[in-house]
């Protein structure tokens, strides 16, 4: 069963409470879910391999260490998992970013792709997929889906909050994956929305309701 992280640092743990707050504007919106990607994106690449290197200081060599070859990959969830990705890649600028377009039939509640673009070499690559919202899991699941089809396989998820259907569905369809997440909250309500969750990540981002 795959593992999951709630990373409670306090600056994360602050800046979710401002994230959630009904009053909290899509430009505020956006500066934090920045903020909070970066924070998390730290503790996401904790596990990352490391090799010596000795580095030549004004004062004389020094043994240190890198982080060796392993190269990254950034997947957002459209669109809402685009909020995720600037943080991401201020830490890790040699990422590579692929897409994968989804939306969530409001009717059925089930994920409809639209969009895939990934990195050609996503086989060789730690992947980070990324989206604010594991609700139903239903998108997340069919995004890892996705992406292990076209050959990704050390696959990570990330989100800001998490509800506990949707770490069972990730659970149960992709036991190899760890989820990490800023908070796993109480329940679905009827319309698959999270309770108390944030409301639609996607809409609070980009301004559209
Ligand atoms: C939201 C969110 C996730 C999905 C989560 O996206 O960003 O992708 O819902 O719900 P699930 O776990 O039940 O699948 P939405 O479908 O609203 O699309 P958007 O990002 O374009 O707003
Ligand atoms: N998608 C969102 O944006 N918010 C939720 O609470 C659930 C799915």
């Known amino acids: ?10 600056l994360v743990q602050h800046k979710m409470a401002i994230i959630r707050d009904v009053r909290t504007g899509p430009k505020e919106f956006r500066e934090l879910v920045d903020e909070v990607a970066l924070l998390m994106a730290y503790e996401v690449t904790r596990d990352m391999a490391l090799e010596d290197v000795e580095v030549e200081t004004p004062m004389g060599m020094a043994q240190c260490r890198m982080i060796s070859g392993k190269k990254i990959g950034v997947i957002p969830i459209l669109r809402a998992g685009l909020g995720m990705v600037n943080g991401i890649i201020q830490l890790i600028p040699a990422a590579k970013v692929g897409h994968i377009g989804l939306y969530r039939d409001p009717e059925s509640l089930q994920p409809v792709e639209y969009y895939c673009k990934l990195p050609t070499d996503i086989g060789e690559r730690d992947l980070i997929v990324v989206d604010p919202m594991l609700a139903t899991g239903g998108s997340a699941v069919a995004a890892i889906r996705f992406i292990k089809e076209k050959g990704g396989r050390n696959i990570k998820l990330m989100v800001l909050i998490a509800a506990p259907e949707g770490i069972a569905a ?21 319309f698959g929305y999270i309770v108390p969750g944030l409301g639609d990540a996607g809409d609070r981002l980009f301004g559209t309701k």
């Open 1 to 10: 069963m795959s593992k999951v992280h709630v990373i409670d640092h306090p």
């Open 170 to 190: 990730v659970q149960a369809a992709h036991p190899d994956v760890e989820i990490f997440t800023a908070a796993i909250d109480e329940r679905l309500n009827e």
